[in-house]
């Protein structure tokens, strides 16, 4: 199996005493509106498209998602280091995170894993605030440069064998999306090898303190399309301009 990463990555779920404790914090003001990672359940349905999605819900803090990101990264011998911060950034992660994390949370929100056929899969993460996920997205396309004037990476699944051979990586607007007016939307999009898949595309949503990330591994021989995967990231959008 040709892979990148583990697409559906484990979570740890939140306990029942803590969605409790976050349902019945007042809210607050309409122009301090902080969207919590527990409120991200529910962005999509099982029925949303035309494949069954896994709607299995959990929350994980930066604390253990990071680490998890760099040991896979150095677990399959990633390769340049200048690819490194692109890798991270495509789950919502900045490599600096790893020693210094703060109190964001991420939400693993839906998926679907059909085995050697690719996947989809719904992240999303609860900035600190509106500036901070700004700032995280604002730095997507520094990182794919660099990583382009790299020439790309690759990831090995065994000594000497890759796994995962990418020889670009591109970010642009999702301008292919009908969303709403206060949601922003980046795609970033790495150039895979011949025979590794046919492409990996992550849309990354913005709406206040929340970044989404709806990414796809399409293979040849794929029971979904990318064109299924926008309606999934404008479903998701139009969700997440009702959090407010």
Same mark, same amino acid.
């Given at each position: 199996?040709?892979? %990148?990463?583990?697409?559906?990555?484990?979570?740890?779920?939140?306990?029942?005493?803590?969605?409790?404790?976050?349902?019945? !914090?007042?809210?607050?003001?309409?122009?301090? %509106?902080?969207?919590?990672?527990?409120?991200?359940?529910?962005?999509?349905?099982?029925?949303?498209?035309?494949?069954?999605?896994?709607?299995?819900?959990?929350?994980?803090?930066?604390?253990?998602?990071?680490?998890?990101?760099?040991?896979?990264?150095?677990?399959?011998?990633?390769?340049?280091?200048?690819?490194?911060?692109?890798?991270?950034?495509?789950?919502?992660?900045?490599?600096?995170?790893?020693?210094?994390?703060?109190?964001?949370?991420?939400?693993?929100?839906?998926?679907?894993?059909?085995?050697?056929?690719?996947?989809?899969?719904?992240?999303?993460?609860?900035?600190?605030?509106?500036?901070?996920?700004?700032?995280?997205?604002?730095?997507?396309?520094?990182?794919?440069?660099?990583?382009?004037?790299?020439?790309?990476?690759? &990831?090995?699944?065994?000594?000497?064998?890759?796994?995962?051979?990418?020889?670009?990586? !591109?970010?642009?607007?999702?301008?292919?999306?009908? &969303?709403?007016?206060?949601?922003?939307?980046?795609?970033?999009?790495?150039?895979?090898?011949?025979?590794?898949?046919?492409?990996? %595309?992550?849309?990354?949503?913005?709406?206040?303190?929340?970044?989404?990330?709806?990414?796809?591994?399409?293979?040849?021989?794929?029971?979904?399309?990318?064109?299924?995967?926008?309606?999934?990231?404008?479903?998701?959008?139009?969700?997440?301009?009702?959090?407010?």
């Amino acid at each position: 199996m040709r892979f %990148r990463r583990p697409i559906a990555g484990a979570t740890v779920l939140l306990s029942a005493a803590v969605l409790c404790a976050c349902s019945a !914090s007042p809210e607050p003001p309409p122009d301090a %509106r902080h969207i919590a990672a527990a409120e991200f359940e529910g962005l999509v349905h099982a029925d949303d498209i035309g494949v069954a999605l896994d709607v299995a819900f959990g929350v994980e803090p930066l604390a253990l998602k990071a680490p998890s990101m760099q040991s896979f990264w150095e677990e399959s011998n990633g390769s340049p280091d200048e690819c490194r911060d692109s890798y991270f950034a495509s789950a919502l992660v900045r490599p600096g995170e790893v020693a210094a994390p703060n109190d964001d949370e991420f939400a693993d929100v839906a998926g679907y894993y059909p085995g050697d056929d690719g996947a989809i899969n719904v992240t999303a993460r609860s900035f600190a605030s509106e500036d901070a996920a700004t700032a995280f997205m604002d730095a997507i396309d520094g990182a794919a440069a660099a990583c382009n004037a790299a020439g790309g990476y690759e &990831l090995y699944q065994a000594e000497g064998v890759v796994g995962w051979a990418v020889t670009a990586v !591109s970010v642009g607007r999702a301008d292919q999306l009908a &969303l709403p007016e206060d949601v922003t939307a980046l795609e970033q999009e790495e150039t895979v090898a011949p025979g590794y898949a046919v492409g990996y %595309r992550v849309t990354m949503l913005q709406f206040d303190n929340a970044v989404v990330a709806v990414t796809a591994q399409l293979h040849t021989t794929s029971t979904f399309t990318f064109d299924q995967v926008d309606d999934l990231a404008e479903i998701v959008g139009e969700r997440l301009a009702k959090l407010r």
